[in-house]
């Protein structure tokens, strides 16, 4: 059996009276691009602080590529690269600098870093702009200065945190692009932590999504949004939505029904929607409901979500 490129075994990380993460059991297989989904504060960015050797666990087993995190952390920072969701770039610095100066601290030979900088340069289209500081450099040209500096030990996983945080459409899929052609071309691994569920959606092979420092369900993106039912009805509005499920669990072909209070929103899951929207809406504005969008669609990634997690994105 191929050993997992990024394995948890009941992995558990407090401080003090708080559990971050509470035994979680997570595999990512080899060669596959796995998204970490979870609100504000349920542990994604202490669980990749354990993987990439930066924090010690409580308890539990971490591995990356066979090695230990904690009793081999050498081998497996030689085997990473590490993108943060905090961009870290000196602004003196050209990025040709940056990036010899990170293949330097990996003791990369002089003839490796300058052949290694003129590929990751042609890969992340920054050839007219790399001998330019880093203060000139516009947000999306420094996560990819930044994508490239992680890319410069040539490793076989890299962790991305945020990749597309603050950039534009355009520079949003410039680097998903980038991450695509990484996981196909070399059959390297990625981790990445993601808000936006568009982003896992079109990029993961397998999804994990963490709250209250639990693993509650991964899979892959399309086995997951099955789950959840053929349509779901989303309806916006003020009222008390609270006592509308049972009334609109009985109308005949509602699979489910969930109720987000702090936003107004009504999910209704059903096997038809466009034969139950007229019954459905019926039910919800006899009860009181004062309806203001009403939206008819397929199941989404950011329904799993809310569905595993009970509530939008938190802060």
């Not at 397998?206 to 779901?232: C, K, M, N, W, Y």
Request: charge should be negative.
């Amino acid at each position: 059996m191929d050993t997992p490129a990024i394995e948890t075994i009941d992995l558990v990380k407090r401080y003090g009276n708080l559990t971050a993460l509470d035994h979680v059991n997570l595999q990512a297989p080899s060669g596959k691009i796995y998204a970490l989904l979870g609100p504000n504060g349920a542990g994604k960015t202490t669980l990749l602080s354990i993987l990439t050797t930066l924090l010690p666990p409580t308890a539990g087993t971490a591995r990356i590529l066979g090695y230990d995190v904690s009793r081999e952390a050498a081998e497996v920072r030689r085997r990473i690269g590490v993108t943060f969701q905090e961009m870290v770039l000196d602004p003196l610095l050209t990025g040709r600098e940056t990036l010899d100066f990170h293949g330097r601290l990996y003791r990369l030979p002089a003839a490796v870093r300058r052949q290694r900088i003129r590929d990751l340069v042609e890969l992340v289209q920054l050839t007219d702009a790399i001998d330019r500081p880093v203060k000139s450099y516009s947000g999306g040209m420094k996560r990819r200065l930044e994508l490239a500096r992680g890319l410069m030990t040539d490793p076989q996983v890299l962790v991305l945190d945020e990749p597309t945080q603050g950039l534009d459409p355009q520079n949003r899929v410039n680097i998903w692009q980038y991450v695509r052609d990484l996981n196909r071309q070399r059959g390297m691994t990625i981790l990445l932590t993601t808000h936006a569920m568009d982003e896992a959606e079109a990029l993961a092979d397998l999804v994990g999504i963490i709250d209250h420092g639990r693993l509650i369900v991964e899979g892959q993106p399309t086995d997951l949004i099955a789950s959840l039912g053929s349509d779901v009805i989303r309806v916006r509005g003020q009222g008390d939505s609270h006592h509308l499920t049972s009334a609109i669990c009985g109308i005949d072909g509602v699979q489910r029904v969930e109720t987000d209070p702090t936003e107004g929103l009504i999910l209704i899951y059903t096997d038809n929607g466009s034969r139950r929207l007229p019954v459905v809406l019926s039910a919800v504005s006899g009860n009181g409901f004062a309806i203001e969008d009403v939206t008819l669609a397929r199941p989404s990634l950011g329904d799993v979500f809310l569905h595993y997690t009970g509530t939008a994105l938190r802060d």
